[in-house]
C-alpha cells in the first residue's frame, strides 16, 4: 500500500531555508567566543557594581560610626552635668551659674525639668518646644542618657534633637532629668566632614523615619519623612526612591547609640550604567558574529543544499525511497526515512486491528449491558405467568371454557423462559473471549502499545517517559486485550491533558504484590471529577462528548479476566494514575500457549 502525503499538508515552500538553519548553526560554533566576551563585559560590570556597593555600604558606616562617636561624646556631657553637686543639693541657681562658665557652643542648650515636667532651668533658646516625652519616660526608667528624634524648636524651618539624662537622686532632686538640646545643622556639618564621593548623597533619619540631615538639599528636605526609613536589620542595601520619585539605591547603617539610621544612596541610572554599557558592547559584538555566520551559512549552503533538497522533494512527492546521494550522511536519512515509511504503515495496519478489536469489545459489553437489563422484565413476566396459571388451574376446572386461555398462558409462560434463556447464553457468550494467551515480555507489549497510542504525541505537546522494571518475568495474556487495555488507559490520559499547559506522560512497569506485575499510566490532565469517582468504571459513564462510557468498563473486564485488578489514583501533583495488575503465577514453567479453559476469570 503506497502513502502518499496528506491532505492539506503544508505547502513544499513553508518554513525557513537551508542557509538559515546553516546560520543559525555557524552562529552556535561562534557563541562560546561570544559568551566568552560577555562573561568578561558582564564581570566588569559586576566589578563596577560591587565597587558603587562597597562605596555605598562604607560610607553609611562611617556615618553610622561618626554619629555614635559625636553622640557618645554629648551624652557624656550631660551624664557629667546632671552629676553635679549643686544638682544633688538642689542649688538651680549655683547650677545656673556653674554652666555659664562652661566652655559650650552657643547651639547648645540645656533644660532641667522636675519630676512634674516643670521647667526649673532654661539656657537662653530654649523651651518646651524642644521636647520629647517618650525619651525622657526613657531616661528616667534606665538611668542612661537618650536621644530624641527630631524636634520642632518654635521657630519655622528650625529643627533640633536632644540626649535627656536622670539627675541622680539625692537630696531634693528626685526625679528631675536634665536634656542638651542641639540643631541638626550640627549633623549637616558631620556629614560634609566625611567627604562622600561625588555621586552619593547622605541622609541620617530617626527612629520614626524623619530626616535630620542630609549631604544635599538639607534646607528642603530636613524634617520630612521617608517611607520605608526604619529598616528592620542593622545594615544593609535596597532599594527605593527618593524625594523627587527617582529611583535609588541605597546602603545603609544603624547608630547603636542613639537608633538613627545612616544612609548613603546614588541614582540608580549611576549604578546600573556599567551593566548598560557592557549590553551595548555586547549586543555590537552579536551583530557581528551574526553577519558573519550569515556569510559562512551562504558559502556552505551551496554546497550541501542539492542533497538535502533531493531527499525533501522525495519526501513531498510522497515517495516510499529517496534516490542516493554524494553525501553519506544524507543517504542515511533516506534509508531512515524509507524505514519509517514502512514502520508508519505498519502502525496504521496495527491501529486499525485495534480499532476493530475494540469494536468488537464495545459490542460485547453493549450486548452484555442488554442482555442484564431485558432479563429483569422477563424474569417478571415469567412470574407473572406462573401466577396467572395457577389462577386459571383453578377456574379451569370449573368451568371448562377457561381450558384453551390456561393453556395460551402456559404456552406464553414456556416462551418467556426460553426468552429468558437465551439472554444468559448470549450475555455468557459476550463475557468471554475467544483470544489466544502466550507467554509475553510485559515490557515489550507496553512499548509496542504505547507507540500506537501516541503516534501523533509530539503534534499535541506530549512528554513521555517510559520506565520499563528490569528483568520481569513473562506474563501469560492475550496480546490484542492487553494491547487495547494500554492504548485505552493511554488515550485517555491524553484526552484528559488537552486542555493543560503541562503535559507530562509516565508509563511504568514494576513488580506488584507476590505473583504480580503492575502496570501504572500516570497523566497531568485535569483528573477525575469526585462526583464521577464512585462510578468510574461503570458502563455508560463518561464525561466526552459523544463517548459511549464503555472503555474503562472494557478494560476492567478484560484486566479482572485475566486475574488481574484495574484502579485508578489522583496523581499527587495533579491529574489521574490508573494501575493494573496482571498475575504472573509459575512462568518458568508456563506453556507457550495456554488453552481455553484454564484462563484467569
Known sequence: MRIGSAPGRAPRGAGRPLAWYLGLLCATLLMPLLALEVFLLADIARSERARHQVEARDAARRIAVSLDRGLATLGAVAEVLASSDHLGEGDVAGFQARIRLLPRGREMHIVLRDAAGRILLATDGAGEAARDPLTEQAARSTGRPHFSGLLHTGEPGAFAFAVTVAVPERGVARGWLLSLGMPVAELDRLLAREGLPADLTATVTDREGAVLARSRDAARLVGTRRAGAVPATSEGWQRGRDADGEPIVMAFARSEIAGWTAWAFMPERAFTAPLRRSLAIAALVALLFAGLA????????????????????????????????????????????????????????????????????????????????????????????????????????????????????????????????????????????????????????????????????????????????????????????????????????????????????????????????????????????????????????TTKPGGMGIGLAISRGIVEEHGGRLSWAPNPGGGSVFRFTLPVGAMDDAPAQVEEGTRAG
Open 294 to 541: 550569515s556569510l559562512l551559512a551562504l558559502l556552505f549552503a551551496h554546497r550541501i543544499t542539492r542533497p538535502i533538497s533531493a531527499l525533501a522533494e522525495a519526501a513531498a512527492r510522497g515517495a516510499d525511497a529517496a534516490p542516493a546521494t554524494p553525501v553519506r550522511e544524507v543517504n542515511a536519512l533516506a534509508e531512515a526515512y524509507a524505514a519509517a515509511r514502512t514502520e508508519m504503515q505498519r502502525l496504521r495496519d496495527a491501529q486499525a486491528a485495534m480499532r476493530h478489536v475494540a469494536r468488537l469489545n464495545e459490542m460485547g459489553t453493549l450486548a452484555a449491558a442488554l442482555a442484564h437489563e431485558i432479563n429483569q422484565p422477563l424474569t417478571a413476566a415469567s412470574t407473572f405467568s406462573a401466577a396467572a396459571l395457577r389462577l386459571l388451574g383453578d377456574a379451569a376446572a370449573r368451568d371448562p371454557a377457561l381450558e384453551p386461555a390456561r393453556e395460551a398462558m402456559q404456552e406464553a409462560a414456556g416462551q418467556a423462559v426460553q426468552a429468558g434463556r437465551i439472554v444468559r447464553r448470549l450475555r455468557d457468550f459476550t463475557a468471554a473471549s475467544d483470544g489466544e494467551r502466550r507467554a509475553t515480555d510485559l515490557n515489550h507489549l507496553v512499548r509496542e502499545a504505547v507507540m500506537l497510542a501516541l503516534a501523533d504525541a509530539r503534534q499535541r505537546g506530549i512528554s513521555l517517559r517510559f520506565d520499563p522494571a528490569a528483568e520481569l518475568p513473562p506474563v501469560v495474556l492475550d496480546r490484542v486485550q492487553i494491547g487495547q487495555v494500554l492504548v485505552n488507559l493511554v488515550r485517555n490520559a491524553v484526552e484528559a491533558m488537552d486542555e493543560t499547559s503541562r503535559r507530562d506522560l509516565l508509563i511504568a512497569t514494576r513488580r506488584a504484590a507476590p505473583g504480580f506485575v503492575e502496570v501504572e499510566v500516570a497523566d497531568t490532565g485535569a483528573g477525575v471529577a469526585a462526583e464521577v469517582r464512585t462510578r468510574l468504571f461503570a458502563a455508560f459513564n
